[in-house]
T-cell receptor, first 114, second 110 residues
Framework: SQTIHQWPATLVQPVGSPLSLECTVE??????LYWYRQAAGRGLQLLFY??????ISSEVPQNLSASRPQDRQFILSSKKLLLSDSGFYLC?????????????FGPGTRLLVL | SQQGEEDPQALSIQEGENATMNCSYK?????LQWYRQNSGRGLVHLIL?????REKHSGRLRVTLDTSKKSSSLLITASRAADTASYFC??????????FGAGTTVTVRA
């Protein structure tokens, strides 16, 4: 069966520090991969998605970046964190097909920038 | 951008009662999905209804879709304390993305 992992679960970082969040998927190949951010009590904002290795689409201009160095690995990064980067970051995957089918979410990373 | 909009924003019910929440969207869709999120956790897929379907059931969940009104409803029957969560609708947009609404927070009182 397929599983999706995210780490770390919780992170407290000072303003201006770098960030690296990792997401890996097991049990499937060629997945579409997604990074979302969720502010407290709010819906999901799509940040990046990837349909293949090295292919990244950015939805929202910001100081974050994403990379997909391997088929089942998706990394969210920042060179210098801002206070506004605080939030709950969710990674998700889905099978590469036409109209969007079910997305499967990881457990999330809670980031607090101080 | 956010296409789905859930209503109400919050709902508090007694255990055993039914909970109904609605989702409206703006553009044509291929399918509409409902997800649940327990506090501080990832989202879990509940049910998917395609644009050519009008109603779908899964256990205590009933979803309707009215494409003429661009709206969907999620009914949870005989609610339990474990149903306390936030519920999100999501619509596809003919590409690789889903658009999620802001969610309805449901509290089931014992």
């Amino acid at each position: 069966s397929q599983t999706i992992h995210q780490w770390p679960a919780t992170l407290v970082q000072p303003v201006g520090s770098p960030l690296s969040l990792e997401c890996t998927v097991e049990g499937t190949s060629n997945p579409n991969l997604y990074w979302y951010r969720q502010a407290a009590g709010r819906g999901l904002q799509l940040l990046f998605y990837s349909v293949g290795i090295g292919q990244i689409s950015s939805e929202v201009p910001q100081n974050l970046s994403a990379s997909r160095p391997q088929d089942r690995q998706f990394i969210l990064s920042s060179k210098k964190l801002l206070l506004s980067d605080s939030g709950f970051y969710l990674c998700a995957w889905t099978q590469m097909s036409g109209p969007q089918e079910t997305q499967y979410f990881g457990p999330g990373t809670r980031l607090l920038v101080l | 951008s956010q296409q789905g909009e859930e209503d109400p924003q919050a709902l508090s019910i007694q255990e055993g009662e039914n909970a109904t929440m609605n989702c409206s969207y703006k553009t044509s869709i291929n399918n509409l999905q409902w997800y649940r999120q327990n506090s501080g956790r990832g989202l879990v897929h509940l049910i998917l209804i395609r644009s050519n379907e009008r109603e779908k059931h899964s256990g205590r969940l009933r979803v309707t879709l009215d494409t003429s009104k661009k709206s969907s409803s999620l009914l949870i029957t005989a609610s339990r304390a474990a149903d306390t969560a936030s519920y999100f609708c999501a619509t596809d947009s003919n590409d690789y993305k889903l658009s999620f609404g802001a969610g309805t927070t449901v509290t089931v009182r014992a």
